[in-house]
């Protein structure tokens, strides 16, 4: 029998004490586990935490219990948690089977491309808000943030996380793209235009999923050479 290891988030600790959220979440995965007959094995690990948050504590419990028991991580929503690009890349890099109640065809590459389009979403929120800043201050606005420095640095912490988790995926990508480099220099290929081309030949993608340039070779090699 396959079996299975869930996974719940709640955003506050209102919907956590009162099981608001969690009786919804937990009706899909056992729903599902039910209808594919697979075995839950394990209490669920639930979270209770802000969507806006990148440190999960309990998903890498459940991740890493998944891992050494060969069980499939499910949960019940990806959907809610499309725009969190953290979240999406841990999930996907984990190497764990995992299956999402609202979304059970989604894989690794769904994933990947969830995630490509979350960060481009905070890139341009963060574009925009700038340019807002800008025009304010242009206008003689007097800047300021009314919360304080505290949520200033719960916004730094949170960007902070997310770039430590793409520069992890872009050194992970990296490493499993080594074996393949040196094949292609023991094949002859020296130049980077020429390991661009072979890279896309073979279908090999960037780590955010472009096709290969001299440039994106080069930058390769020196993370590479790090």
């Not at 009706?27 to 075995?39: H, I, P, Q, R, S």
Request: aromatic fraction near 4%; include cysteine; charged fraction near 25%.
């Amino acid at each position: 029998m396959t079996r299975a290891v869930a996974y719940y988030r709640v955003s506050t600790a209102k919907q956590g004490a009162s099981g608001l959220g969690l009786d919804a979440q937990r009706t899909a995965v056992e729903g599902l586990c039910t209808t594919k007959g697979w075995e839950i094995i394990a209490p669920p690990f639930t979270e209770v935490e802000s969507g806006k948050r990148d440190d999960r504590q309990e998903l890498t419990k459940a991740i890493a219990h998944a891992q050494i028991t060969g069980a499939k991580l499910v949960i019940a929503k990806l959907d809610r948690l499309s725009r969190n690009a953290a979240f999406l890349l841990t999930l996907r890099d984990s190497g764990v089977d995992f299956v999402a109640a609202d979304m059970p065809d989604a894989n690794s590459l769904t994933v990947g491309i969830m995630a490509l389009v979350a960060q481009q979403e905070r890139e341009a929120i963060s574009q925009r808000t700038r340019e807002a800043l800008a025009a304010a201050k242009a206008r003689g606005t007097k800047l300021g943030n009314p919360n304080g420095a505290a949520a200033l640095l719960r916004a730094a912490r949170g960007n902070t996380a997310a770039m430590e988790a793409a520069q992890r995926n872009a050194n992970n990508h990296a490493e499993r793209l080594r074996p393949v480099l040196a094949r292609l220099r023991r094949e002859g290929l020296t130049s980077l235009g020429a390991i661009a081309a072979a890279l896309n030949a073979e279908g090999v993608r960037t780590p955010r999923g472009y096709r290969w340039h001299a440039s994106s070779v080069r930058n390769l090699m020196a993370r590479l050479a790090n």
